[in-house]
Nanobody
Framework: QVQLVESGGGLVQPGGSLRLSCAAS????????ITWFRQAPGKEREFVAQ???????DYADSVKGRFTISRDNGKNTVTLQMNSLKPEDTAVYYC?????WGQGTQVTVSS
């Protein structure tokens, strides 16, 4: 069974950092493009970052220079390191790949 599970969300002050993880089961992450999306209240889901099977990366302009996506093949996990967080980064973050979506993890940036 293909499954993705996100973790690592929480409450952080502006300027702080969080590290999100997307753990896969039922398939091998390194053979797929894995994408992080986010959805803020009242807004549409938007692209955040992607890592391809060839380990190329891409980022939304709003997070470039602050977020880093990476993959740990040994742990079958993709990580999103988020630094210099802003209140506008508040959203539910989802990872997607191999036709599957995770359940999401809440990130709240507030003082």
């Amino acid at each position: 069974q293909v499954q993705l599970v996100e973790s690592g969300g929480g409450l952080v002050q502006p300027g702080g950092s969080l590290r999100l993880s997307c753990a896969a089961s039922g398939f091998t992450l390194e053979y797929y493009h894995i994408t992080w999306f986010r959805q803020a209240p009242g807004k549409e889901r938007e692209f955040v970052a992607q890592i391809t099977s060839g380990e190329s990366t891409d980022y939304a302009d709003s997070v470039k220079g602050r977020f880093t996506i990476s993959r740990d093949n040994g742990k079958n996990t993709v990580t999103l390191q988020m630094n210099s967080l802003k209140p506008e980064d508040t959203a539910v973050y989802y990872c997607s790949g191999a036709g599957s979506w995770g359940q999401g993890t809440q990130v709240t940036v507030s003082s």
